[in-house]
């Protein structure tokens, strides 16, 4: 049973940075596919990105150029870089991981999800 652990939430100014991480306890396997998600108070969970096990992202278009995606492979840790928080930023962000391998991207199953960490931009 894998289980993820999100960390690095916190409250910031607008356009300051915060990186999360997200790590992963007991499989001996790494995941295929690791993701970002959030969601606001309010509205559906998105995708922010993805990160496959040869390190191949993918980003939503509102975090492009923004965000970066990274993973250890060795340490089973996947950070996510956050720069020029905007307020619409401000959501409770989790992360997912699946074995599977295939096309990695937000829209694919995700066999586990941490419990979150928040996020909050203030302006």
């Known amino acids: 049973q894998v289980q993820l652990v999100e960390s690095g939430g916190g409250s910031v100014q607008a356009g300051g940075s915060l990186r999360l991480s997200c790590a992963r306890y007991?499989?001996?396997?790494?995941?295929?596919?690791m993701g970002w998600f959030r969601q606001a108070p309010g509205k559906e969970r998105e995708g922010v990105g993805t990160i496959d096990i040869n390190g191949v992202t993918t980003y939503a278009d509102s975090v492009k150029g923004r965000f970066t995606i990274s993973r250890d492979n060795a340490k089973d840790i996947m950070y996510l870089q956050m720069n020029t928080l905007k307020p619409e930023d401000t959501a409770l962000y989790y992360c997912a991981a699946d074995y599977r391998t295939g096309y990695c991207h937000t829209g694919r199953e995700y066999a586990s999800w941490g419990p979150g960490t928040q996020v909050t931009v203030s302006s």
């Open positions: 007991g499989y001996s396997y790494s995941s295929y596919c």
